[in-house]
C-alpha cells in the first residue's frame, strides 16, 4: 500500500523556534511537494521537489525552507516560528509530474504560541 | 501561472440528491484534472481525474466532465449519500508545475 508518513500529527512551537517537519515516501517517487491547508484558502504549494538536492520555490516560500537529502524524504523548515504560521501542513509525492495521483500524508497541525 | 477557481464553496443538499460542483482553469497548457476528496481530520484521497483527451468520466455515482474550449470542468455526484459529506478540491496540472488546486467546496449531505 502506497505511504506517505509525516513525522508527528501534531506540533506546539513557541515563537522564534526553529521547526524540523519531516515527511518520508516509501513509493519511489520523484516528485514531493509541501502544502500548507488555512480554512478558506484550500491547498497552497509552499515549496516542491523534483529530484534530490532540487527544490523549487511554488506560492508561499517567505518563512519557509526545504530538505531533501534522499529521494525517500522531504524536510519542511520553518527557520523562525511565527504564530501566522500555525497551520495544517501536508506532504505529497506523485510518480510523474502532470499525469499521475499525488499522494497526502496525514498532516502536521503545527500550533506556533 | 495556472489559477482554479471553484466553486461553491459549500453546498448543502438533500440525501439522495445530485451535487454539483464547478473549477475554471486559466492555463490552456494545463492537461490533468484531479479531484480530491478530504473527510474531516483525513487527508485529501484522490476520487477520480481526468485528461484532456477525454470529455467526461465516470466511476459508479461520481462522473467528471471537461470543456477545453471553456477552460472549465465539474464534479457530478448522483444519488448523494451522507458519507458523501466531505471537502472536494479540484485541480489542474500542466506538467510543467505541481498541482493547483481550487480553494474547496464543503458538501454536507443531510439525511
Known amino acids: 500500500d502506497v505511504k506517505v508518513t509525516q513525522s508527528s500529527r501534531y506540533l506546539v512551537k513557541r515563537t522564534g523556534e526553529k521547526v524540523f517537519l519531516e515527511c518520508v515516501q516509501d513509493?519511489?517517487?520523484?516528485?514531493m511537494f509541501w502544502y500548507r491547508q488555512d480554512p478558506g484558502l484550500g491547498l497552497r504549494l509552499i515549496y516542491f521537489?523534483?529530484?534530490?538536492?532540487?527544490?523549487e520555490k511554488g506560492d508561499i516560500p517567505e518563512g519557509y525552507s526545504v530538505s531533501r537529502e534522499k529521494k525517500e524524504r522531504f524536510s519542511l523548515i520553518l527557520e523562525s516560528a511565527s504564530t501566522n504560521q500555525t497551520s495544517m501542513y501536508l506532504c505529497?509525492?506523485?510518480?510523474?509530474?502532470?499525469?499521475?495521483?499525488?499522494?497526502f500524508g496525514q498532516g502536521t497541525r503545527l500550533t506556533v504560541v | 501561472g495556472e489559477n482554479v477557481e471553484q466553486h461553491p464553496s459549500t453546498l448543502s443538499v438533500q440525501e439522495g440528491d445530485s451535487a454539483v460542483i464547478k473549477c475554471t482553469y486559466s492555463d490552456s497548457a494545463s492537461n490533468y484534472f484531479p479531484w480530491y476528496k478530504q473527510e474531516l481530520g483525513k487527508r485529501p484521497q484522490l476520487i477520480i481525474d481526468i485528461r484532456s483527451n477525454v470529455g467526461e468520466k465516470k466511476d459508479q455515482r461520481i462522473a467528471v466532465t471537461l470543456n477545453k474550449t471553456a477552460k472549465h470542468f465539474s464534479l457530478h455526484i448522483t444519488e448523494t449519500q451522507p458519507e458523501d459529506s466531505a471537502v472536494y478540491f479540484c485541480a489542474a496540472d500542466s506538467g510543467n508545475t505541481p498541482l493547483v488546486f481550487g480553494k474547496g467546496t464543503r458538501l454536507s449531505v443531510i439525511a
Open positions: 521537489s523534483y529530484d534530490v538536492k532540487m527544490k
Open positions: 513509493m519511489d517517487h520523484e516528485n
Open positions: 505529497a509525492s506523485s510518480l510523474i509530474q502532470g499525469m499521475t495521483e499525488a499522494f
